[in-house]
């Protein structure tokens, strides 16, 4: 009696291990893989309702060939009640095909998001921003389209076809091979010739992220080229790289239009072959002349919908390098820690040690800064001041040594806590292209206007406003772009005040005193 249920048991195990396989590859959220099998199992029974039409006319036609049709009123009765079965199988499709699937694509959004946030500063200096907002944009959307156009269906249809196989072969051991063979052919053609589809196309898609990059980076140093006179050697550098892209792309497609072409034949031999076999056993004797159009009509049927299917499944391939970047960034480890109670604000750096990649910047640092006291770092440029900032808030984690704030290791507390509890000034500000009070408001959103100003009068914000057009309502452009380096400083002085953290980590600017050495202050 045990056999049966470890059996079963067994056959759970394997579905759920594919269902895991399927969400990693795809990158998919619990919510998509779940309603991903949904949808399966919908195209599954839609697939099943298709077969309803031919079933009626080979119902119909072996009522004619033994004389006992039914009265017309009959056979409107069944076909109108199918047309009824295939319209609610399809809407429901619809509805878990699309609706569900746009839905998937905005949990993911949100989902990357998050993980953005929880990751280290570090993941960013290492990874092209050009890329990360391509993952955000064109791989979520490519994981849209192959789960609405192919991933369900594709699944749907292996179900479907396997059951159908067995069905075939078991009737009729030749026709059922006839009927199946090519496009169980068309299958593993697909998947044994996915490296050689996706060579040229992989190739072509990482070409696309580098001529993002070095757009992004034309666009952001135009003052830069300008000045020294670049723009022609920029400009031939630009248009160099999309002739190279462009050949690429049509290699890539090529390559594609090639594999896709015998593939999109395959299915179609199904009935040419179905109609030879037939034909064989027909003029045997061995079939009767109703079973030879149904294997014909099934064969057709079979192929027709495996060929409007077959271009979408050629996404599987076409698209794996999107979900292979939204899998690497969920798997890209996050800073944990919990969310504690600072009341002790003493930062102690105990033997730390830090490299950007192989360039060793922090060796065995060791040094107390007390709470109700000014401590400054002071060097030469490069000597680290401004990476032991971001040690401390953790925008950074340390390799060696320890951090501690009030005697808790900063790497056990939650970055939202630490954040709660410093506010940062470094030299490099980055601005929003809003208005100077909402800026300054960044530092605290809920914040009154009276406090916004009191913060600002702090930074001698005031003075800057007293000359600009609209006062604290001026829009002061993209990054702050209609202020001068000191200005901007001041304003991300002035919200720092405005967080009125304990901590305050001040990068100090020399725009804002020539006369003042380099340094950094807690």
């Given at each position: 009696?045990?056999?049966?249920?470890r059996r079963s048991s067994d056959l759970q195990l394997g579905g759920?291990?594919?269902?895991?396989?399927?969400?990693?590859?795809?990158?998919?959220?619990?919510?998509?893989?779940?309603?991903?099998?949904?949808?399966?199992?919908?195209?599954?029974?839609?697939?099943?309702?298709?077969?309803?039409?031919?079933?009626?006319?080979?119902?119909?036609?072996?009522?004619?060939?033994?004389?006992?049709?039914?009265?017309?009123?009959?056979?409107?009765?069944?076909?109108?009640?199918?047309?009824?079965?295939?319209?609610?199988?399809?809407?429901?499709?619809?509805?878990?095909?699309?609706?569900?699937?746009?839905?998937e694509s905005a949990d993911l959004r949100i989902k990357i998001a998050?993980?953005?946030?929880?990751?280290?500063?570090?993941?960013?200096?290492?990874?092209?921003?050009?890329?990360?907002?391509?993952?955000?944009?064109?791989?979520?959307?490519?994981?849209?389209?192959?789960?609405?156009?192919?991933?369900?269906?594709?699944?749907?249809?292996?179900?479907?076809?396997?059951?159908?196989?067995?069905?075939?072969?078991?009737?009729?051991?030749?026709?059922?091979?006839?009927?199946?063979?090519?496009?169980?052919?068309?299958?593993?053609?697909?998947?044994?010739?996915?490296?050689?589809?996706?060579?040229?196309?992989?190739?072509?898609?990482?070409?696309?992220?580098?001529?993002?990059?070095?757009?992004?980076?034309?666009?952001?140093?135009?003052?830069?080229?300008?000045?020294?006179?670049?723009?022609?050697?920029?400009?031939?550098?630009?248009?160099?790289?999309?002739?190279?892209?462009?050949?690429?792309?049509?290699?890539?497609?090529?390559?594609?239009?090639?594999?896709?072409?015998?593939?999109?034949?395959?299915?179609?031999?199904?009935?040419?072959?179905?109609?030879?076999?037939?034909?064989?056993?027909?003029?045997?004797?061995?079939?009767?002349?109703?079973?030879?159009?149904?294997?014909?009509?099934?064969?057709?049927?079979?192929?027709?919908?495996?060929?409007?299917?077959?271009?979408?499944?050629?996404?599987?391939?076409?698209?794996?390098?999107?979900?292979?970047?939204?899998?690497?960034?969920?798997?890209?480890?996050?800073?944990?820690?919990?969310?504690?109670?600072?009341?002790?604000?003493?930062?102690?750096?105990?033997?730390?040690?830090?490299?950007?990649?192989?360039?060793?910047?922090?060796?065995?640092?060791?040094?107390?800064?007390?709470?109700?006291?000014?401590?400054?770092?002071?060097?030469?440029?490069?000597?680290?001041?401004?990476?032991?900032?971001?040690?401390?808030?953790?925008?950074?984690?340390?390799?060696?040594?320890?951090?501690?704030?009030?005697?808790?290791?900063?790497?056990?507390?939650?970055?939202?806590?630490?954040?709660?509890?410093?506010?940062?000034?470094?030299?490099?500000?980055?601005?929003?292209?809003?208005?100077?009070?909402?800026?300054?408001?960044?530092?605290?959103?809920?914040?009154?206007?009276?406090?916004?100003?009191?913060?600002?009068?702090?930074?001698?914000?005031?003075?800057?406003?007293?000359?600009?057009?609209?006062?604290?309502?001026?829009?002061?452009?993209?990054?702050?772009?209609?202020?001068?380096?000191?200005?901007?400083?001041?304003?991300?002085?002035?919200?720092?005040?405005?967080?009125?953290?304990?901590?305050?980590?001040?990068?100090?600017?020399?725009?804002?005193?020539?006369?003042?050495?380099?340094?950094?202050?807690?």
């Amino acid at each position: 009696h045990s056999f049966p249920t470890r059996r079963s048991s067994d056959l759970q195990l394997g579905g759920l291990k594919m269902k895991s396989k399927i969400q990693r590859y795809f990158a998919l959220t619990d919510k998509g893989i779940k309603n991903t099998f949904i949808a399966a199992r919908v195209t599954f029974l839609k697939l099943v309702s298709f077969t309803f039409p031919p079933i009626l006319v080979f119902m119909f036609l072996n009522d004619y060939l033994n004389g006992s049709l039914r009265s017309v009123t009959v056979y409107m009765g069944i076909l109108t009640a199918i047309m009824v079965v295939m319209y609610i199988v399809l809407a429901k499709e619809y509805t878990l095909t699309y609706d569900v699937t746009y839905e998937e694509s905005a949990d993911l959004r949100i989902k990357i998001a998050n993980k953005f946030r929880q990751l280290p500063m570090s993941y960013f200096s290492t990874h092209n921003l050009s890329d990360l907002s391509q993952t955000v944009m064109m791989d979520v959307n490519n994981i849209e389209m192959t789960m609405s156009h192919a991933l369900p269906q594709g699944i749907g249809f292996f179900y479907f076809f396997t059951v159908i196989t067995v069905m075939l072969i078991v009737n009729n051991f030749p026709l059922g091979l006839a009927v199946t063979v090519p496009i169980w052919a068309t299958i593993a053609i697909m998947f044994l010739s996915r490296r050689y589809q996706t060579k040229h196309i992989s190739k072509y898609y990482n070409r696309l992220l580098e001529n993002a990059a070095s757009f992004q980076e034309a666009f952001e140093m135009q003052q830069e080229i300008k000045s020294y006179s670049l723009q022609g050697e920029v400009g031939e550098d630009v248009l160099k790289k999309l002739r190279d892209t462009e050949r690429l792309h049509i290699k890539a497609e090529f390559t594609m239009a090639l594999t896709s072409s015998l593939i999109g034949i395959l299915p179609y031999l199904a009935p040419v072959l179905t109609a030879v076999v037939g034909a064989v056993q027909f003029s045997e004797g061995s079939l009767d002349v109703l079973y030879y159009v149904g294997y014909l009509m099934a064969s057709t049927t079979i192929s027709a919908q495996y060929a409007g299917l077959n271009e979408f499944l050629l996404m599987y391939s076409y698209f794996k390098d999107s979900f292979k970047r939204i899998r690497d960034l969920q798997e890209e480890p996050i800073q944990e820690g919990e969310d504690v109670k600072i009341s002790d604000f003493d930062v102690s750096l105990e033997n730390v040690n830090f490299a950007y990649g192989d360039n060793e910047v922090i060796e065995s640092l060791n040094f107390t800064a007390n709470q109700g006291e000014v401590t400054a770092l002071v060097g030469p440029s490069g000597c680290g001041k401004t990476t032991v900032l971001r040690l401390i808030s953790r925008l950074y984690d340390y390799s060696g040594g320890s951090i501690k704030i009030g005697g808790k290791d900063i790497k056990r507390i939650s970055t939202k806590t630490l954040f709660e509890n410093i506010s940062i000034v470094f030299q490099s500000v980055e601005l929003f292209n809003t208005t100077v009070l909402e800026n300054i408001r960044a530092g605290r959103k809920e914040a009154s206007d009276e406090e916004v100003m009191a913060a600002a009068k702090l930074a001698n914000v005031d003075k800057i406003v007293e000359k600009l057009p609209n006062g604290y309502s001026t829009i002061i452009g993209e990054n702050g772009s209609k202020l001068s380096g000191g200005e901007r400083q001041r304003i991300s002085i002035a919200r720092a005040f405005l967080k009125n953290a304990p901590i305050i980590l001040d990068r100090k600017s020399t725009r804002l005193n020539s006369s003042h050495p380099g340094g950094s202050r807690m």
